[in-house]
């Protein structure tokens, strides 16, 4: 018994010392460097720590200047460095990583600032730890894709692949409802005698509006 529960609290305390456990979530999809007509968001009260980003616009931070700012729903918007990063900026296989942010600024400056991160691949996802940055309006870019405009949908409701919303059925099939069909035969004496009978089809329609 003594042993189990010493492996039980060694599984807790792992899975607490992991930064892929955190609880911290970024769900925002402003942050996403397409976004240039919403602003408002400011990392100036981040608590630092490791955070997940679940956003449908994306969890991958901008590896090219957004110049002049105003992107990623802030003014001045931190992005991912490659300065003096040989090889991916991105880790692989479990590792983690040390990599500097820089913001942007409406100026045209796109290094006027710099914020050491850490970034670990957590197989299917990045987590990210976060300080906080100087001021308002900065906050940190997350993602490229935007919502899909009025009208239209895709699988997540972001870009890409946003389709006319009444369209959206299609690609689905629906099994088609039995239908009656006729045929008819001559008899012995060369009259023509009709049947009919309800078929089912061993096939499926494909539902579109646009044929």
């Known amino acids: 018994m003594i042993c189990i529960f010493l492996f ?19 769900d925002d999809w402003r942050r996403s460097v397409a976004n240039a007509a919403i602003t408002g968001v400011c990392d100036n009260f981040l608590e630092e720590g490791w955070y997940r980003v679940i956003s449908c616009a994306g969890e991958l931070m901008p590896t090219e200047c957004p110049i002049g700012g105003y992107r990623c729903g802030t003014t001045s918007p931190f992005w ?3 300065n003096n990063v040989t ?7 479990g590792n983690t990583v040390n990599r500097t942010t820089c913001r942007a600024t409406f100026s045209g400056n796109c290094c006027d600032q710099t914020i ?23 906050a940190y870019c997350f993602g490229d894709q935007l919502p899909c ?11 890409p692949g946003c ?12 099994e ?19 049947f009919s009978t309800f078929c089912l089809p061993l096939w499926y329609l494909l539902v579109s509006l646009i044929g």
């Open 8 to 26: 039980l609290c060694l599984i807790t305390v792992t899975k607490l010392e992991d930064p892929c456990f955190t609880t911290k979530l970024i």
């Open 80 to 82: 991912l460095s490659s």
């Open 87 to 93: 090889g991916s900026l991105y880790p692989h296989n």
């Open 116 to 138: 050491d991160i850490r970034i670990k691949d957590c197989g299917c996802y990045y987590v990210y730890y976060l300080k906080h940055t100087t001021g308002c309006y900065s």
């Open 149 to 159: 405009p009025d009208g239209l949908t895709s699988s997540t409701g972001f870009t």
């Open 163 to 174: 389709v006319n919303s009444s369209c959206s059925g299609i690609g689905k099939l629906k």
């Open 176 to 194: 088609a409802r039995p239908i009656r069909c006729y045929w008819s035969i001559l008899n012995e004496k060369r009259k023509k005698k009709e």
